[in-house]
């Protein structure tokens, strides 16, 4: 059974196909269906933001699709960056300078604690469903590792060994992430 999920982002769209391998749905991203807009995300929660891309494609292509968003909540700075984890350092700019302005923030900051949350949005059929992951862990003084994307080379979650997610494979990040632990969920609901 073929299922959108609703990312132009390759990373993200090759960790769900490996998540979802074994199983009986084909993961399509929004280049296979032909979808080149640019959905607006303009909700104030994570899950607000993950259904809007979800029921654009199901109205619009007519398939089944998940969509997902992440927000990285950052405690000493209110939960920031939060909703606007992909567009903190502003519109246009990239994980380089997102990772650039949570670190000078937390400049001198000694409480560390943060956490990935992912809001996975389901809509199959006529049934809108959503899964939450969680992840809680520390923000680092510096990069550590090469591997992952986003806020990876900064985030050490609290069960990874002492690894930055950067510094894991594909395997163990998958095992303890936010967005694993969403997708676990997502699968379970499928297959039943």
Do not use: W
Request: charge should be negative; glycine fraction near 10%.
């Amino acid at each position: 059974m073929e299922i959108v999920f609703a990312t132009n982002n390759k990373n993200k769209l090759r960790e769900l196909q490996e998540m979802l391998a074994g199983t009986d749905f084909k993961i399509l991203g929004l280049a296979d269906i032909g979808c080149n807009e640019d959905i607006v995300e303009d909700a104030d929660t994570i899950e607000g933001n993950a259904l809007i891309k979800a029921r654009y494609v199901k109205e619009k292509y007519g398939y089944d699709c998940f969509a997902d968003d992440t927000g990285l909540m950052i405690d000493a700075l209110g939960g920031a960056p939060g909703v606007y984890s992909a567009r903190f350092a502003g519109e246009d700019c990239d994980s380089e300078r997102n990772i650039d302005k949570v670190l000078h923030l937390m400049e001198g900051i000694d409480n560390r604690e943060a956490r990935f949350v992912t809001v996975i949005a389901l809509c199959m059929g006529d049934e809108v469903t959503t899964f939450e992951g969680e992840v809680r862990g520390k923000i680092l003084t510096s990069r550590r590792g090469s591997d992952g994307f986003g806020y990876d080379s900064i985030f050490e979650p609290a069960d990874g060994n002492g690894l930055s997610f950067a510094e894991m494979t594909h395997e163990q990040k998958n095992a303890i992430s936010h967005r694993g632990r969403a997708v676990k969920k997502l699968v379970a609901y499928l297959v039943a």
